[in-house]
């Protein structure tokens, strides 16, 4: 199973952006799934998670802005409105995903880089 992050970009402050995160794989379930950043200097950090068992979380800084969401069990979106410079970062997609030759695992995506500017 592998996870393609997709959507990365170069957009104003307060503009808007919707990053993808498919799934690839034979056969798959998808428990959870969430988008991750990593700013220049920082740690990573969770920005949005979602699924069976974990509800849906936010980080407190893109609560309100930010939007998480499932489709066709093999992709997730995340919406990022009002976007801000402090946004800038590489995001990346991860999740719990069960599959029958390996059991449950955690794959990251490559990421995406996002940067918005002031």
């Known amino acids: 199973v592998q996870l393609q992050a997709s959507g990365g970009g170069l957009v104003q402050a307060g503009g808007s952006l919707r990053l993808s995160c498919d799934v690839r794989?034979?056969?798959?379930?998808?428990?959870?799934i969430g988008w991750y950043r990593q700013a220049p200097g920082k740690e990573r950090e969770m920005v949005a998670k979602?699924?069976?068992?974990?509800?849906t979380h936010y980080a407190d800084s893109v609560q309100g802005r930010f939007t998480i969401s499932e489709a066709n069990t093999k992709s997730a979106y995340l919406q990022m409105n009002s976007l801000k410079p402090e946004d800038t970062a590489i995001y990346y997609c991860?999740?719990?995903?069960?599959?029958?030759?390996?059991?449950?695992?955690?794959?990251w995506g490559q990421g995406t880089l996002v940067t918005v500017s002031s």
């Open positions: 991860s999740g719990n995903i069960w599959t029958p030759s390996q059991g449950s695992i955690d794959p």
């Open positions: 794989g034979s056969t798959f379930v998808i428990n959870n």
């Open positions: 979602t699924g069976r068992g974990v509800g």
